[in-house]
């Protein structure tokens, strides 16, 4: 994908959304976004090791304190050792959601016997709404055994979706939508962001590249 291509997925949905980011903030975003991937596909040119869009060095570390599906605080800890899949969504959206968690499932299967080392971690941005028993249900529709869903006060999810630069609208009123970004963050058994995951990857391509990564973190 081209630079305004993940641009895309990062940013534009935040021009819907000057209630959290002013325009100076945009502008500067959209600014250091631009080196940032500039400085990463041109390195990746150089010597591709990843097919998926490398962010390492690029993105904090995983770390976060919520609420799971089964309605236990955990923090990045408890997933420490595994390979995780981040993405933020909600159960009652009808596009992305649902066809990122089937695609992570899918990936998920493709890597055979180490599956069992990744993690579909699956933020809700509607709290309100999504409660554990129904974040529950909503991801074991998808990849029961491998997909948790968190959830937490509006304030701590919105700190993370800021700390991994996640573009969302929020609802303004109940019959309003919500507007994500539909990438998906990769992170090492170590928690450091290796891998963007976007729609235009193929499942085949993204199995290979996290066999790879959890192959190289051994």
Known sequence: MSINGLIRHFIEPLQMHDGLFGMRDL???????????????????TERQ?????????????RFSLMSDAGQPV????YRGYLVMLFFGFTSCQAE???TLFRLAKIAQGLGDNAKLARILFVTLDSGRDTP????RYVAAFAA???IGLTG????IADLAKRYRTAYRPRKSASDDITHSAAVY???PQGQARLLLTPEDAIETAANDLRHLLETAR
Do not use: Y
């Open 75 to 78: 923090t990045d800890q408890t």
């Open 50 to 62: 990843w097919q998926l869009h490398d962010i390492s060095g690029h993105l904090p570390d995983l």
């Open 153 to 156: 006060s509006e304030s701590e």
């Open 27 to 45: 502008k500067f975003g959209r600014t250091m976004l631009c080196v940032a991937l500039t400085l990463v596909l041109n390195s990746c040119d």
């Open 97 to 99: 959601c649902p066809s």
């Open 145 to 147: 055994g491998h997909a």
């Open 186 to 188: 990769v992170f090492d």
């Open 133 to 136: 028993q129904v974040l529950h």
